[in-house]
């Protein structure tokens, strides 16, 4: 029954079959929040946590908790430590608590959205599967491959960043034992010139955190031009040539050869017998997008729905949190649906674009081409002191 004045919402999250390109719940690493030592400067992923602890969640075991950062140079020696607290959770922990706290009647698996239509008193939403839904507004949360935003925006699509990443998740226990020690409670970088390797522990699987049952989350990001590299690496062993992403078992052998290769030729030791330790990785073209609006009458869209950050600022999931407070608190301030969408668009497009931004600045070397004013990011973003410093904190947002 519901109550009076209560909203209809649709909110476009079901888990539909079709997406299972790149499944996120494999090698995903969050850096989840700075210990309270940082709270003052840092405080956003903090936010996020307390968001998650004001929703009631349990989140005293988020992740993997760790204090230091290094970066090694070619020959393994260390370039670069900063002192950095952190807690590192994995997607499928953070997915797992927000799902088991939503209400499984209104979770629809497989039932993907094809289309929505509006009309001044509601908004109906069209199934894959025939069904439509009406209600006072929808919400599309749908990725970064929105079928709400190609709807409503059809000429924004995602923006290929001149770069990709390698992705893998390793077992701790697979870890030669002198790795182990001097890698393994640390999140490492290493930075091969206009590349970027970062290694960090997150939880095993079913959240366990228990030393030698955790794993190791590796990204390694490479330029790749887009009409040429990109094609190459998209390719499966049939000919075809993928968009946005390969699923990881059609990368061809070649490409993984040539990464195998390439990481024996340019990486620390120590990087190289973790690289070694990989059994299917992940391949990620690293696109990012930006949207002029989020608000369309009764339609509004969040997240990388909206808005995707490249992943050095790693504020994917506390961005889309932040998009969907603001959006609660529209819709409890302002009583009518556009003007509580209008609302909600006007709180966040100046942080997105923000976050967006930065993330270019920090991901400017990695590219392929650069612009003259990407090559200034660059010479500021590439060096090993900027890079351990730079990656994946907010402190931006209040500088
Ligand atoms: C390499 C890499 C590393 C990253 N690392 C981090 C990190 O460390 N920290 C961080 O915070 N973020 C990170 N991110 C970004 C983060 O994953 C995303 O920002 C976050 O998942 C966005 O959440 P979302 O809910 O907006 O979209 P998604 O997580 O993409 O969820 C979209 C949902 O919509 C569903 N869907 C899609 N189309 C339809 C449809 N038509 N109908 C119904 N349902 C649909 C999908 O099945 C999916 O469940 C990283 C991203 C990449 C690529």
Redesign the pocket.
């Known amino acids: 029954m519901r109550a009076p004045g209560a909203r209809r919402m649709i909110h476009?999250?079901?888990?539909?079959v079709s997406?299972s390109s790149v499944e996120?719940t494999q090698g995903?690493?969050?850096?989840a929040s700075r210990s309270n030592s940082a709270m003052s400067s840092a405080g956003h992923c903090d936010l996020s946590i307390e968001r998650l602890r004001r929703l009631g969640l349990a989140i005293d075991s988020l992740g993997v908790a760790i204090t230091t950062r290094k970066c090694l140079d070619a020959g393994g020696r260390l370039s670069e430590q900063v002192e950095c607290p952190q807690v590192l959770t994995a997607?499928e922990r953070v997915y797992r608590l927000l799902r088991d706290a939503f209400p499984p009647a209104h979770y629809h698996r497989g039932?993907?959205?094809?289309r929505v239509t509006q009309a001044a008193r509601g908004v109906l939403a069209h199934f894959s599967d025939g069904a439509t839904v009406e209600a006072d507004l929808l919400v599309g949360?749908?990725?970064?491959?929105?079928?709400v935003r190609q709807q409503c925006l059809p000429e924004m699509t995602p923006r290929y960043a001149g770069y990709s990443?390698w992705?893998a998740l390793i077992a701790e226990g697979a870890f030669p034992s002198e790795v182990h020690r001097e890698l393994f409670e640390f999140m490492s970088f290493g930075l091969p010139p206009g590349e970027q390797f970062l290694g960090y522990p997150v939880a095993g699987p079913d959240n366990d955190l228990r030393p030698g049952h955790r794993r190791y989350n590796i990204?390694w990001y490479r330029p790749a031009d887009e009409k040429t590299k990109l094609q190459w690496l998209l390719t499966d062993a049939r000919g075809t040539t993928h968009s946005i992403s390969i699923p990881p078992p059609l990368i061809r052998h070649e490409a993984i050869a040539e990464m195998r290769a390439d990481a024996e030729r340019l990486l620390a030791p120590q990087f190289r017998q973790i690289v070694r330790l990989i059994e299917e990785p992940i391949l990620?073209p690293?696109y990012d997008l930006t949207s002029p609006r989020t608000a369309f009458g009764r339609v509004a869209i969040?997240?990388?729905?909206a808005f995707?950050?490249r992943?050095h600022v790693?504020?994917?999931?506390?961005?889309?949190a932040d998009d969907a407070a603001a959006l609660v608190e529209a819709l409890q301030t302002e009583s009518d649906v556009a003007r509580a969408l209008q609302r909600f668009e006007a709180a966040r497009l100046p942080e997105n674009h923000r976050i967006i931004e930065r993330a270019r600045h920090l991901g400017a070397y990695l590219q392929a081409t650069q612009t003259g004013e990407e090559r200034a990011r660059a010479g500021r973003h590439s060096t090993d002191a900027a890079v351990v410093a730079e990656t994946?904190v907010l402190d931006f947002l209040y500088a």
Do not use: H
């Open positions: 476009t999250r079901v888990r539909s997406d996120p995903f690493g969050f850096f997607w039932r993907g959205l094809a949360a749908d990725g970064i491959r929105s079928t990443a992705r990204v990620q690293i969040l997240g990388d729905a995707v950050a992943p790693a504020a994917g999931v506390s961005k889309a994946a």
